[in-house]
């Protein structure tokens, strides 16, 4: 199809947002617009300073024949600040304390426009590092899972407590929890991951760790590599980390159930961005 300069601009831009991380060809956006690539380098270079200026992201440009364009989505600082200070605050709310000091995140969860922030804050952080899939555990780490996973344009990989018929042959390991110290166990269907697989493993609450542990432990299974972890909310109390290297958004500092207080502030994602 044959568009002036501003249609070409306005559709490339939305192909590009559509697959992060995907490499494209020049012919392929040459032939699209029936133009030359002269012309297709020129319109990129403006979604790239516009990108840039914005806090998009950026257009990365490989060279070679197997080369192409890449939509690398971030997040500047400022705007990380401010999603990181809306979680601060809805977090902090007396009303979200639940009967044994647990939190209820479940809203936060559910709401897609907060979770498409926060996946493309994760996705700027990792941006950089080989992922292949993201790996999460059911059930209340599969919007913050899918989240990541659509701007990093890699597929969610879930893993559960039980075993499920509809998914095959399954791989079952026994593990610590960090917090109950207690044998828990985890399982992940064969077709799920690919041998050798880099895998971003995050969880939207962690207190030792002994769950992205058990999730660790269960990658080797498939002599899987660790790309990453992400915990959305991490608690403070934890005398003993089973994890070392994580990023956090919030930090759980203290949980008062007779005054009704949460205490929250910011994790350690600054480090990252």
Do not use: W
């Not at 999460?136 to 890699?154: E, K």
């Amino acid at each position: 199809m044959k568009l002036r300069r501003s249609g070409r601009l306005v559709d490339m831009t939305h192909y590009l947002l559509e697959r992060p991380h995907q490499l494209i060809p020049l012919t392929f956006f040459a032939e699209r617009y029936e133009s030359a690539k002269s012309s297709i380098s020129e319109d990129l270079a403006i979604i790239k300073q516009t990108f840039e200026q914005q806090g998009i992201g950026t257009v990365r440009t490989l060279p070679g024949a197997a080369g192409g364009v890449q939509y690398i989505p971030k997040m500047a600082a400022e705007e990380a600040e401010e999603v990181v200070a809306y979680l601060c605050e809805q977090l902090s709310r007396p009303d979200r304390l639940l009967p044994g000091g647990y939190l209820y995140m479940t809203d936060i969860l559910g709401d897609p426009r907060i979770m498409n922030k926060i996946g493309r804050l994760y996705a700027s952080m990792f941006a950089d590092r080989p992922v292949d899939v993201v790996m999460t555990i059911a059930t209340n780490g599969i919007p913050f899972a899918y989240a990541i996973a659509n701007f990093l344009y890699v597929p969610v990989v879930i893993v559960r407590h039980d075993n499920k018929v509809t998914e095959g042959p399954m791989v079952s390991i026994n593990y610590v929890s960090g917090s109950s110290k207690r044998i828990q166990t985890m399982v992940l269907s064969k077709r799920s991951l690919a041998e050798g697989a880099n895998v971003l493993i995050v969880d939207d609450f962690m207190k030792a760790g002994g769950t992205i542990n058990g999730m660790i432990s269960l990658l080797q299974e498939f002599n899987g590599n660790v790309s990453g972890i992400g915990v959305l909310v991490e608690s403070e109390e934890a005398k003993e980390r089973l994890v070392d290297e994580y990023i956090s958004l919030v930090k759980l500092s203290e949980v008062d159930v007779k005054e009704k207080r949460i205490a929250v502030k910011e994790g350690n994602y600054k480090a990252f961005l």
